[in-house]
């Protein structure tokens, strides 16, 4: 029997307004957040399921960056907004 992935409480992420450059940078923290806990997932799934966890990583990805595009957000701002949530 594989053992029970290691879950973290969900991180407290700050309120903000829908369609702006701020609910962007969210957004794309809330990716980051989802494709670790993806890959600690695919470490212990087979098969099929491994590949339905690659698709659904692709599309977060899509939405990243398709919010990253939209705003204008430079990766190093991304990565520091990242650090900033994951700091608190």
């Known amino acids: 029997?594989?053992?029970?992935?290691?879950?973290?409480?969900?991180?407290?992420?700050?309120?903000?307004?829908?369609?702006?450059?701020?609910?962007?940078?969210?957004?794309?923290?809330?990716?980051?957040t989802a494709l670790e806990t993806l890959r600690e997932v695919r470490k212990h799934v087979r098969g099929d399921h491994k590949r339905r966890l690659d698709d659904v990583a692709v599309v977060l990805r899509v939405v990243?960056?398709?919010?990253q595009a939209t705003y204008a957000i430079a990766d190093e701002e991304a990565r520091s907004f990242i650090r900033d949530c994951r700091s608190r």
């Open 64 to 67: 990243a960056l398709d919010a």
């Open 1 to 32: 029997m594989t053992p029970v992935p290691v879950t973290r409480p969900p991180r407290a992420l700050p309120v903000v307004d829908a369609g702006t450059r701020e609910s962007a940078l969210c957004t794309i923290a809330n990716v980051a």
